[in-house]
């Protein structure tokens, strides 16, 4: 039930192009869906985040789209950049104060993502 | 403002040994958390330390401990290396005892030979 799956686990695109990388989810206490990017060598950073309250969160050329009845959320990157080129993470956490998860990070399995010039 | 600093950057040591990797959280933050990040895989949650106790555990065994000193930095120590302990170990740290999101150091790369 604490299982994050995520799809694909590549992609490329061409410059200009839409990145879209999808996550679901099983376990309804989740409360906290961040994503990440991570360049080689480095650590995870996160990216944008969203809370089940809303639908769609949008920051710059990142957007998270939410549907909390199918338990899935997905990173749209619009007018992808080679800079883009990284390996991208969902995660998911309960956050809820009073809870036993202390925001504790589930990760998806991640997807390589190579943008074209 | 230094984020989440770890050391060292890379290690090397033979099945059997022990290690000991460090970590100094972001200023302000009281949380610290580990994860281990095997080669193509998703970052696997270790533990997690606050006011110098250990809060939660994931699925690792007891030869993976840790610590949590009063400046909040902390330690990661793993007894009886595997060569499938040969990853990528991530620090995180978080400003609000865990919650609010985490902001990860560059790692320790683990290598055992």
């Known amino acids: 039930q604490q299982q994050v799956k995520q799809s694909p686990q590549s992609l490329i695109v061409q410059k200009g192009g839409i990145s879209i990388i999808n996550c679901a989810y099983e376990?309804?206490?989740?409360?906290?869906f961040p994503w990440y990017q991570q360049f080689p060598g480095k650590g995870p950073a996160l990216l944008i985040a969203?809370?089940?309250?809303?639908s769609e969160k949008k920051e710059g050329r990142f957007t998270i789209s939410f549907n909390k009845s199918a338990k899935q959320f997905s990173l749209h990157i619009m007018d992808s950049q080679p800079g883009d080129s990284a390996t991208y993470f969902c995660?998911?956490?309960?956050?809820?104060?009073?809870?036993?998860?202390?925001?504790?990070?589930?990760f998806g399995q991640g997807t390589i993502l190579t943008v074209h010039p | 403002d230094a984020g989440v600093t770890q050391s060292p950057t890379h290690l090397i040591k033979t099945r059997g040994q022990q290690v000991t990797l460090r970590c100094s959280p972001k200023?302000?933050?009281?949380?610290v958390s580990w994860y281990q990040q095997a080669l193509g895989q998703g970052p696997q949650f270790i533990f997690q330390?606050?006011?110098?106790?250990?809060?939660q555990r994931g699925n690792f065994p007891d030869r993976f401990s840790g610590h949590q000193f009063p400046n909040y930095s902390s330690e990661l120590n793993v007894n009886a290396l595997l060569l499938g302990d040969s990853a990528l170990y991530l620090c995180?740290?978080?400003?609000?005892?865990?919650?609010?999101?985490?902001?990860f150091g560059s790692g320790t790369r683990l290598t055992v030979v």
């Open positions: 995180a740290s978080s400003p609000t005892g865990g919650l609010g999101g985490y902001t």
């Open positions: 376990n309804t206490a989740f409360d906290y």
């Open positions: 969203i809370r089940p309250d809303v």
């Open positions: 995660a998911a956490s309960e956050e809820t104060a009073g809870g036993t998860s202390y925001g504790k990070l589930t």
């Open positions: 200023s302000g933050h009281d949380t």
């Open positions: 330390y606050y006011e110098e106790e250990e809060r």
